[in-house]
Structure formats: structure tokens, C-alpha cells
């Protein structure tokens, strides 16, 4: 099996992440988080609990709003312990790459990609995170499984491109940046 968290390391030492800036958007930043277990690397996503606005029972990285006096890595970090308990201390950063925006919620997000260096344990912040789960990263890889998915959005169905990991639509924003991740580790250039 490949490490994949390995190469990405590698990949986005090069990379000149694309930087988003709005004085009418918030900011927010994400961790793509990754575990590697037996030689197999496995990405960490969570469901968003219900009533919490937009983006209410989708799928998503760890992570949400940069607060004042605070970097996006710190605020990626700082979610996620908020969100999954994962503290920093057991969290690598291996590198950010392109800021993406979603329009309907006024937020310009910066990601970053990690490694979970322990045995997660989770403790769920429940108001915010219904559940979390980790799906294996050659999932992705295979163009196969990124196919047009139905999501119901505030009452309208919608036909969107994604992932159907077990029956969890992956779509938008997360999709978007679960793509760029795949992209980076297939570009020869890098």
C-alpha cells in the first residue's frame, strides 16, 4: 500500500496554495485529516448534526469560523478538538492548499491537510457533529466512485457530482476539496 499522507507532504511542499479573500465572506478553515493504519490511509469526515443551518446532516471535514486573533491553521486545529476531541498535540500538519468558497453561507475556507499520529479516540461534540467515520483514500482515487449523487437540499432534490461512501453523500464544498487532494497526488508535476 501506498502512504499516501507521505506524498501529499511531498506534493504540497511545492504547491503555491490559491488564497481566497472577501471583506463580505467570514473565514473558516478545515483539516483533511488523515490516518494510516496497517500500510492502508484512511480519510476522517464527519456528519453535520441537524438544525445547524446550511449545511444541516451534509458531510465535512473537521474545522469551521477563524475567530479574532486567530490563524486558519490555529482555527482548523481548535475545531477539531472542539468537534471530534482530537487534540492538536496528536495532529500533524502536512500542508494547506487552495482556499475555496461557499457563496451560500459567506464563507471563504482554507484547508489544510494533517495526520492523525494516535489511535483516534472520539468525543463527539454532538450539538455540532451527528457522526464521524473514515473512509479509505483509494476510494477517492478510483474516478469510478465520483458520479452524479441526489442530495435534498431545504425540500428541493438536486443532482450533484460526488462520492456515495456507505450510503453518505460526499458533495460540495468537501468534494471539491477531497478532488483537489486527489488531483495533487496524481500530478506528475508536483
Known sequence: MIDYTS??????????????FSEKMKK??????????????GLILTRKAQGIGYHSDQIS???GNVEDQET??????RETKEEIGIDKKFIEIIGR??????PISKFIVTPYAALLKTQPVFKLQTSEVKEVFTVP???????ANYTP????IRGNELTVEGY?????????LTCRFIRTLVEIIKDTSL
Open 61 to 63: 471535514f473537521p474545522g
Open 149 to 152: 449523487q441526489n442530495v435534498l
Open 97 to 102: 492548499f487552495h482556499d475555496d468558497s461557499v
Open 7 to 20: 506524498v501529499l507532504k511531498e506534493k504540497l511542499k511545492y504547491l503555491k496554495p490559491r488564497e481566497l
Open 72 to 77: 486558519t491553521v490555529q482555527a482548523a486545529l
Open 28 to 41: 473558516a478553515a478545515v483539516l483533511a485529516l488523515f490516518y494510516n493504519v496497517h500500510g492502508d490511509t
Open 164 to 172: 456515495n461512501y456507505n450510503g453518505r453523500i460526499i458533495w460540495g
Open 137 to 143: 483514500f483509494e476510494f477517492f482515487l478510483d474516478d
